[in-house]
């Protein structure tokens, strides 16, 4: 397929250049004792007062070619094993909102772990996404169990890939302990972990943190999955330019990848980003813009120059709602991305600039994703399919429709939207002049309506509660209160939103 892209050959040289001499002239600041006596003992040049740490170039290339050319996430069954780059891009959940817009009040309010397995459930019956991301926050997650209460209300509920961020080793230790546990022994996980991570290695610009440094070797050295993402913000940790921000993010995910390498080779990664360009206008987080959609196909170019898969955070808003503006930014830059060779696109459910999440919108969301694997599914040409022959036999003045073949390619050729209404406005009318949004909301009742055929095991699930004392119950209940709309009636009252700060856990 041939793909859209922004950058000449002689542009990704440069920047690969460009970033090489970063690294080996400027370099970065390390937080990380540890990864930065390992850096040292690969090669790199490190003053431990500083914790600055240079990368000579001849260093950085010969780790980065070690980076594999295809990355597998597993889920708890595996049949939705995932390994790409594919054809189709993978398509996940965008995780991580501290808040959720109530189903019953339409308020947002704080997300609790009943809430990740609802949203669990639900996507693991949307045949749109590929993996759980898990959407949001749990504020009721028991003390020292955070990142565990998260996973496994995900686990419990759905047996896709599911994948989040921890704040250090020992979170990570606790949800790997909950895989073993789930498989039925140690050696049973290990033999095919289905646990996948994510992490932040990186504050831009050029730095390192503590921990998820930390949990960027741990991840390496244990055969973990887990990949990073970069997180730019243009203007503010970035020069405000597209091309100054791919310089400065390339050389930071080179100098993470290069880490995970010499931590141990052959470690599996994803050219994975999040670039933001502030409002300069008032310096809002604005995760919508379009200019993420054009970063994502400098990306990818830069992606395919490595040999590595490329991920975006695509298709997010700063709407608030299930309205146009929410419409135009999820649709465009994950259009974007796919058109450009994107090969894992996080794009479903949240809304706000991933402060909530909203069972509308990833039911819409779902819609947008199976629209977008169907442009990578590409045109299709053939001579069997430009059909000269039913062309001369139909002739001047006939009928397509009553043809054998048009019922044969009814549900092949084209998108068989589930959401969109496609009706005369007199048949809408007639039906109750609904809306996409309580289309979709009634979606996400009837699923969840339904019992969980996904759901653990209960002598499973037994023995995992007798391993961690106070766990949530996690299961996924339909929330008492939430009835299916009245197509003709009016989504439930809406409250002023609350001002909540988003916690920092990408």
């Not at 930065?36 to 240079?54: K, L, N, P, Q, S």
């Not at 996507?123 to 898990?134: A, K, M, Q, R, T």
Request: aromatic share 8%; net charge negative.
């Amino acid at each position: 397929m041939n793909y859209f892209s922004y950058l000449t050959e002689d542009d990704i040289h440069y920047v690969h250049d460009a970033s090489l001499e970063i690294l080996e002239e400027v370099g970065l600041v390390v937080r990380n004792q540890k990864a930065r006596r390992r850096f040292a003992e690969h090669g790199a040049i490190v003053d431990h007062e500083t914790e600055m740490v240079r990368l000579p170039a001849a260093v950085t290339e010969k780790y980065r070619a070690l980076v594999p050319p295809s990355i597998t996430l597993r889920g708890r069954d595996p049949a939705f094993d995932i390994t790409f780059p594919r054809k189709l891009p993978v398509i996940a959940t965008a995780s991580s909102a501290p808040d959720i817009v109530d189903p019953v009040s339409g308020i947002t309010r704080r997300s609790t772990s009943d809430d990740i397995a609802r949203i669990a459930h639900l996507v693991n019956e949307l045949e749109g996404f590929d993996l759980f991301s898990i959407s949001t926050l749990a504020d009721d997650a028991p003390k020292d169990q955070f990142s565990l209460t998260r996973f496994y209300a995900a686990l419990k509920n759905c047996v896709k890939p599911c994948r989040t961020s921890v704040y250090n080793i020992g979170e990570a230790t606790q949800v790997i302990k909950l895989g073993e546990l789930i498989a039925g022994s140690k050696e049973a996980f290990w033999e095919r972990p289905f646990i996948n991570f994510g992490y932040c290695a990186i504050v831009s610009p050029l730095t390192m943190d503590f921990d998820s440094t930390d949990t960027l070797m741990y991840f390496a050295e244990n055969g973990i999955t887990a990949y990073g993402t970069i997180a730019p913000m243009g203007g503010l940790s970035t020069p405000l330019t597209l091309s100054g921000m791919l310089v400065i993010m390339n050389a930071e995910w080179l100098a993470a990848a290069v880490l995970a390498q010499m931590s141990k080779a052959g470690t599996e990664q994803i050219y994975n980003f999040l670039p933001v360009f502030a409002d300069m206008r008032d310096g809002a987080y604005a995760p919508g813009a379009i200019e993420i959609g054009m970063m994502n196909s400098a990306v990818c170019q830069m992606a395919r120059f490595y040999n590595v898969p490329a991920g975006g955070y695509l298709g997010l808003t700063n709407s608030k709602v299930a309205d146009a503006q929410s419409g135009f930014e999820k649709g465009m830059s994950p259009l974007m991305g796919a058109m450009s060779g994107a090969d894992f696109i996080v794009m479903g459910g949240l809304q706000d600039a991933l402060m909530s999440f909203d069972f509308g919108q990833a039911v819409i969301d779902n819609e947008i994703a199976r629209m977008i694997k169907r442009v990578r599914q590409g045109f299709g040409f053939s001579k069997e399919s430009a059909s000269v022959q039913e062309i001369k036999d139909t002739g001047p003045g006939g009928m397509f429709a009553d043809n054998p073949a048009t019922l044969e390619r009814m549900h092949t050729s084209t998108f068989m939207s589930e959401l969109a209404d496609r009706k005369l406005r007199e048949q809408w009318e007639l039906e109750g002049s609904s809306t996409i949004h309580q289309r979709a909301m009634n979606k996400a009742f009837d699923i969840l309506s339904m019992p969980n055929s996904a759901a653990l095991d209960p002598d499973v699930d037994a023995r995992i509660r007798a391993q961690f004392e106070g766990m949530v119950a996690g299961d996924a209940r339909l929330q008492e209160g939430w009835q299916r709309l009245d197509v003709g009636g009016a989504i439930a009252t809406r409250g002023r939103r609350t001002n909540r700060r988003r916690q920092k856990n990408p």
